[in-house]
């Protein structure tokens, strides 16, 4: 599978989950964590090491849903 298929996939993971919470749990996220995974994904990129990418994303996706339902267990409370 390539890559834009592969994002096209976890956005779409990632757009489902938020679509879910309310307005103050929307505001209330916080996807920093997403940060490091999205560095090793466009060094994996400009590598041209789609085993990388696939790696990096797939931890990128976890955190970003290990985010959201952070703050749906908070409530969007900060």
Do not use: T
């Not at 307005?23 to 996807?31: C, F, P, S």
């Amino acid at each position: 599978m390539r890559a834009f298929q592969l994002c096209k996939n976890a956005l779409a993971h990632l757009a489902k989950a938020y679509a879910g919470l309310s307005a103050g749990e929307k505001d209330a996220l916080d996807l920093s964590a997403q940060d490091v995974w999205d560095e090793r994904m466009c060094a994996a990129g400009q590598d041209n090491d789609l085993a990388a990418f696939r790696a990096a994303l797939r931890c990128w996706e976890r955190a970003g849903l290990d985010a959201i339902r952070r703050v749906q267990v908070r409530g969007g409370a900060v």
